[in-house]
């Protein structure tokens, strides 16, 4: 299928992206970063994570449905302001053959 991606103005912030690509005895491995355009809202939610265990979201950001973000994932929101780091504990993407497809991601 074919993603229509998110208009300009769905996505006024940016946000950098570490995408969790794997673990070994040495710990998580990361891509290399990468700068996309996202909505950011700081929103205290309760969620679940991949396991099934209920963790504190401190962060919800939606953003294009190809940007590539599992869990794990380590996400720099607010940059050169409140500028942090989270990691993404839950992710979903919809889609649909005429409207925008995105994704939302929830952080720590």
């Known amino acids: ?64 449905f190809s940007v590539s973000a599992p869990p794990g994932s380590l996400v720099t929101i607010w940059p050169g302001l409140a500028e942090r780091e989270a990691t993404v504990i839950a992710s979903g993407r919809a889609a649909h053959p005429t409207l925008p497809a995105y994704q939302t991601l929830r952080l720590t």
């Open 1 to 64: 299928m074919d993603a229509n991606d998110l208009p300009d103005w769905c996505t006024p912030h940016e946000v950098t992206i570490r995408a969790l690509v794997g673990s070994d005895g040495m710990g998580q491995a990361y891509a290399d970063p990468v700068t996309v355009p996202a909505f950011v809202l700081d929103e205290v939610q309760l969620v679940r994570d991949a396991s099934g265990s209920e963790v504190v979201s401190s962060t919800t950001i939606h953003l294009s």
